[in-house]
């Protein structure tokens, strides 16, 4: 792996101090701003989505496996240990809005150059890239709090290279003002230059532009309910009834792919990259377990099948080596004279056998006894025929192509058997936001009170069924493992795609229903939001923070105390603020910053520091496990 590792105090100087330069391929159009033509507004538009990331490699490299554990969303391969809640590097993350807000500088700076009338006919576009800022400018602060924005990227235009930090409260109001300037402008303005070819997101479609601007309002008001609940409410009520409507439907949704193919330049902008990630992060047990229990069919498109298909299983009787009893449980098989024959998987069947995570308690995976087939699959899982040998992972990982367009997959074999493999690479397509998630949040602000059109359970159908659909839809275009092919193989594995008459049966159990507990409820509400967040690590960390969910002694999913070896207050909420150098340009601003939100500079900080140093959004929130307040 190429060194990518940066402090991200003098990573975000640096963007700083070059925020308004722009990539080799556009250098033409931004080497002289006032020669820039009408036209080359478009391009501007056009590179600013290109350069649209919030989860980039880095995040799921770094980022991820942190906020999965300290979750309790997925666990450690190893298990969990007293270590668990040490930081890594970070990257991705926190400055990643400065690569889409200097292109919002420079159409800025273009369109001042033109006479009135003419910089009128680009205000859609200008509106689509405040948008894009808006959402990256939510994500970047998330974990790092105050950012410097209102000043940020205008060296280049005679503004400072040492931009202020920005409060992340006066920033929400700013977000929240310019999303509502954005939908005014996508809803009334007209004879607009915006050409369709260059919007790859919703090809020109000023309704879906605003759309998408109202509902992301919704991403805001969830960040402000441990800090001014009534303010978050009413501006739920405020996107419920505002003329532009909410992101409702397929076609609504921000889900789309960059490029289909690229001449030269930069691959991962079509296939999102081809490094691997969380090779160390499996799924939880307790998530999986929920979700077979409801037999909800995302649980297929976030995990990978385990390595157990039914020829594995027979290949270890011909053995006669021991199969994990948890696998085990869930064969038919017959023995004669001592010879095992696997005749069929039980209980739900193919393909829903084969999703299985891993136990959450603390030190598990060091107690073989109870453990073992879990942790020690190494020994426990692995088969020799002849010379060969292999070992066959028992749990569930995360599904890295609904992540990567260009991660191969090799379906699992007996030793010494077929190599049969998946090496096409093909153009991923990302979400980052949609019906399901502005359906779960209207669900949630009902249920705290906000004046809502529609019942809370009326928002909750709508988006469990959204979001198994969109699911469904990604695995589909990212051509994920299984999805429409069972590989010829196995004779009795099953494809994973969605099947006619699942989302019904799933959303008639009583763990999908709204009942009038209102605390039951409530938790339901955040459990489905988790669920749906499985993909976007980010955003399932913020929903554990700001609610306490999973809650200690839940019926659902329980969070597991793992106190005396670490309390719940000793698991970070944050992420580290690297201490700056005195060289800095940024030096005494950042040192301000950090002494402004309550925040110790430095590497290698404990949990407990990090649980009560928190950003501002998070103040008041409830502590791990605790559940709402």
């Given at each position: 792996?190429?060194?990518?590792?940066?402090?991200?105090?003098?990573?975000?100087?640096?963007?700083?101090?070059?925020?308004?330069?722009?990539?080799?391929?556009?250098?033409?159009?931004?080497?002289?701003?006032?020669?820039?033509?009408?036209?080359?507004?478009?391009?501007?538009f056009?590179?600013?989505?290109?350069?649209?990331?919030?989860s980039?490699?880095?995040?799921?490299?770094?980022?991820?496996?942190?906020?999965?554990?300290?979750?309790?969303?997925?666990?450690?391969?190893?298990?969990?240990?007293?270590?668990?809640?040490?930081?890594?590097?970070?990257?991705?993350?926190?400055?990643?809005?400065?690569?889409?807000?200097?292109?919002?500088?420079?159409?800025?700076?273009?369109?001042?150059?033109m006479?009135?009338?003419?910089?009128?006919?680009?205000?859609?576009?200008?509106?689509?890239?405040?948008?894009?800022?808006?959402?990256?400018?939510?994500?970047?602060?998330?974990?790092?709090?105050?950012?410097?924005?209102?000043?940020?990227?205008?060296?280049?235009?005679?503004?400072?290279?040492?931009?202020?930090?920005?409060?992340?409260?006066?920033?929400?109001?700013?977000?929240?003002?310019?999303?509502?300037?954005a939908?005014?402008?996508?809803?009334?303005?007209?004879?607009?230059?915006?050409?369709?070819?260059?919007?790859?997101?919703?090809?020109?479609?000023?309704?879906?532009?605003?759309?998408?601007?109202?509902?992301?309002?919704?991403?805001?008001?969830?960040?402000?309910?441990?800090?001014?609940?009534?303010?978050?409410?009413?501006?739920?009520?405020?996107?419920?009834?505002?003329?532009?409507?909410?992101?409702?439907?397929?076609?609504?949704?921000?889900?789309?792919?960059?490029?289909?193919?690229?001449?030269?330049?930069?691959?991962?902008?079509?296939?999102?990259?081809?490094?691997?990630?969380?090779?160390?992060?499996?799924?939880?047990?307790?998530?999986?377990?929920?979700?077979?229990?409801?037999?909800?069919?995302?649980?297929?498109?976030?995990?990978?099948?385990?390595?157990?298909?039914?020829?594995?299983?027979?290949?270890?009787?011909?053995?006669?080596?021991?199969?994990?009893?948890?696998?085990?449980?869930?064969?038919?098989?017959?023995?004669?004279?001592?010879?095992?024959?696997?005749?069929?998987?039980?209980?739900?069947?193919?393909?829903?056998?084969?999703?299985?995570?891993?136990?959450?308690?603390?030190?598990?995976?060091?107690?073989?006894?109870?453990?073992?087939?879990?942790?020690?699959?190494?020994?426990r899982?692995?088969?020799?025929?002849?010379?060969?040998?292999?070992?066959?992972?028992?749990f569930s990982?995360?599904?890295?192509?609904?992540?990567?367009?260009?991660?191969?997959?090799?379906?699992?074999?007996?030793?010494?058997?077929?190599?049969?493999?998946?090496?096409?690479?093909?153009?991923?397509?990302?979400?980052?936001?949609?019906?399901?998630?502005?359906?779960?949040?209207?669900?949630?602000?009902?249920?705290?009170?906000?004046?809502?059109p529609?019942?809370?359970?009326?928002?909750?159908?709508?988006?469990?069924?959204?979001?198994v659909?969109?699911?469904?839809?990604?695995?589909?275009?990212?051509?994920?493992?299984?999805?429409?092919?069972?590989?010829?193989?196995?004779?009795f594995?099953?494809?994973?795609?969605?099947?006619?008459?699942?989302?019904d049966?799933?959303?008639?159990?009583?763990?999908?229903?709204?009942?009038?507990?209102?605390?039951?409820?409530?938790?339901k509400?955040?459990?489905?939001?988790?669920?749906h967040?499985?993909?976007?690590?980010?955003?399932?960390?913020?929903?554990?923070?700001?609610?306490?969910?999973?809650?200690?002694?839940?019926s659902?999913i329980?969070?597991?105390?793992?106190?005396?070896?670490?309390?719940?207050?000793?698991?970070?909420?944050?992420?580290?603020?690297?201490?700056?150098?005195?060289?800095?340009?940024?030096?005494?601003?950042?040192?301000?910053?950090?002494?402004?939100?309550?925040?110790?500079?430095?590497?290698?900080?404990?949990?407990?520091?990090?649980?009560?140093?928190?950003?501002?959004?998070?103040?008041?929130?409830?502590?791990?496990?605790?559940?709402?307040?």
């Open positions: 792996m190429k060194k990518i590792t940066y402090l991200v105090t003098i990573f975000l100087s640096g963007l700083l101090l070059f925020a308004s330069s722009c990539s080799d391929e556009m250098a033409k159009i931004n080497s002289n701003p006032s020669q820039v033509t009408d036209a080359n507004i478009s391009y501007l056009a590179q600013a989505v290109i350069n649209f990331e919030p980039g490699y880095l995040l799921w490299f770094y980022n991820a496996p942190m906020t999965l554990k300290w979750g309790q969303m997925g666990v450690p391969t190893g298990g969990f240990t007293p270590s668990y809640t040490q930081t890594t590097a970070t990257g991705d993350q926190g400055s990643q809005y400065i690569n889409v807000l200097k292109y919002a500088r420079d159409i800025e700076y273009v369109r001042s150059n006479k009135e009338e003419e910089a009128a006919k680009f205000a859609n576009i200008a509106a689509c890239v405040d948008v894009l800022t808006v959402y990256l400018g939510i994500f970047d602060s998330d974990m790092y709090g105050d950012r410097p924005f209102t000043e940020a990227a205008k060296a280049r235009y005679g503004g400072t290279l040492t931009p202020k930090y920005d409060k992340i409260s006066d920033l929400y109001s700013l977000w929240l003002e310019t999303l509502d300037n939908v005014n402008t996508l809803t009334t303005s007209t004879n607009q230059t915006f050409p369709n070819n260059q919007d790859v997101i919703y090809r020109g479609d000023a309704a879906k532009w605003a759309k998408l601007a109202n509902s992301l309002k919704l991403k805001i008001a969830a960040r402000l309910i441990s800090q001014d609940r009534s303010k978050a409410l009413a501006i739920a009520s405020e996107v419920a009834s505002n003329p532009a409507g909410v992101i409702d439907g397929s076609s609504d949704d921000f889900l789309f792919n960059k490029a289909s193919s690229i001449t030269g330049g930069d691959g991962d902008k079509v296939y999102h990259w081809n490094q691997g990630f969380l090779e160390s992060t499996a799924s939880s047990q307790r998530v999986v377990n929920f979700m077979l229990k409801n037999q909800d069919p995302r649980v297929r498109f976030f995990y990978r099948k385990n390595a157990w298909n039914s020829r594995i299983v027979q290949g270890f009787f011909d053995q006669g080596k021991d199969i994990p009893k948890f696998i085990l449980d869930n064969v038919t098989y017959t023995e004669e004279n001592g010879v095992k024959k696997f005749v069929s998987w039980k209980g739900l069947g193919e393909p829903w056998v084969r999703y299985y995570g891993l136990p959450v308690e603390m030190n598990a995976g060091q107690n073989n006894l109870l453990y073992g087939d879990y942790f020690d699959y190494s020994n899982s692995r088969l020799k025929i002849g010379d060969a040998e292999k070992t066959y992972v028992p990982g995360f599904n890295q192509e609904m992540v990567i367009g260009r991660y191969d997959f090799t379906l699992p074999t007996l030793p010494g058997g077929p190599v049969i493999q998946d090496l096409d690479d093909n153009p991923w397509y990302g979400m980052y936001m949609s019906t399901a998630e502005v359906n779960l949040y209207l669900a949630e602000f009902k249920l705290l009170g906000a004046s809502l529609k019942t809370a359970q009326e928002y909750f159908n709508k988006a469990i069924k959204a979001s659909e969109e699911y469904n839809r990604l695995a589909a275009l990212n051509k994920i493992p299984y999805y429409g092919k069972t590989y010829d193989y196995d004779p594995e099953e494809v994973i795609d969605l099947k006619a008459g699942e989302i049966a799933m959303v008639a159990n009583p763990d999908y229903q709204l009942t009038g507990n209102a605390a039951l409820d409530l938790e509400v955040y459990i489905q939001q988790l669920i967040f499985t993909m976007y690590p980010n955003d399932q960390f913020v929903t554990v923070r700001r609610s306490g969910i999973p809650k200690e002694g839940s659902l329980a969070w597991q105390n793992f106190s005396p070896e670490v309390a719940n207050s000793a698991i970070p909420r944050r992420f580290e603020v690297g201490a700056p150098s005195p060289t800095d340009l940024m030096y005494q601003i950042l040192i301000d910053a950090y002494k402004s939100q309550g925040f110790t500079p430095g590497t290698g900080q404990d949990g407990a520091l990090l649980n009560s140093e928190r950003v501002w959004q998070d103040v008041n929130a409830p502590q791990f496990g605790q559940g709402p307040n």
